[in-house]
């Protein structure tokens, strides 16, 4: 009986691992499409939508979880945010690889993989945070490097926005926009993550 009350009381924290463990393989896909040949990508293209649908399922049982139990070891609206922002990340990344997928002529400038780096290791930070919610110092530790790599990230994305001013076809800087916004999106929903482990901090202690 004892084991299966923890085995309920750590599901929460399981589910969001298992999130945060399909939306860092879905960036592990991203920067893996970023290395192959146009003419070789299409084939990675179900296993983007499977890991989006996979992350989706595992955010509509979280919610039905926390539905379904009394006590949470989180407050519920706090593991539904957290739930739901990896959530959009994995929507933003997958968004970015579908545009890199369709526009196989478009080329990829150095910041494409310098930003995709970024958010490589804010997925991997959020995969270890997810294990230890109840580490408040190893949190903190968290959201300082997500706020850092955010900033860097953003700083990525004005440079590449930018090189694009002088292209001589107006919808090829369109296209490379585009496809900097998504994965800044994901960026942001990372620190979003990040942000909710901070006002639990504060909150809790």
């Not at 290395?35 to 939508?49: F, I, S, Y």
């Not at 860097?152 to 001013?165: K, P, S």
């Amino acid at each position: 009986m004892i084991a299966l009350n923890r085995q309920r009381q750590h599901s929460e924290a399981n589910l969001l691992t298992d999130i945060a463990r399909e939306v860092r393989a879905g960036v592990g896909l991203l920067a893996q499409l970023l290395g192959t040949p146009a003419e070789e990508r299409a084939a990675h293209r179900q296993k983007l939508l499977g890991l989006e649908g996979r992350v989706m399922d595992l955010h509509f049982a979280l919610m039905t979880h926390i539905r379904s139990v009394f006590l949470t070891p989180l407050p519920r609206q706090d593991i539904y945010a957290i739930s739901q922002q990896m959530n959009r990340t994995m929507e933003h990344v997958v968004a970015a690889g579908d545009l890199v997928l369709r526009r196989t002529s478009l080329q990829l400038p150095a910041e494409t993989a310098e930003m995709v780096e970024s958010l490589t290791r804010q997925v991997e930070l959020t995969d270890t945070a997810m294990r230890r919610l109840d580490d408040f110092d190893h949190l903190e530790g968290y959201w300082t490097q997500l706020q850092r790599l955010s900033k860097q990230a953003n700083r990525t994305h004005r440079d590449w926005v930018t090189a694009t001013d002088s292209a001589f076809q107006p919808n090829i800087a369109l296209q490379q926009t585009q496809l900097a916004d998504q994965i800044l999106a994901a960026v942001h929903s990372q620190r979003k993550v990040a942000a909710i482990c901070g006002s639990i901090i504060v909150r809790e202690s």
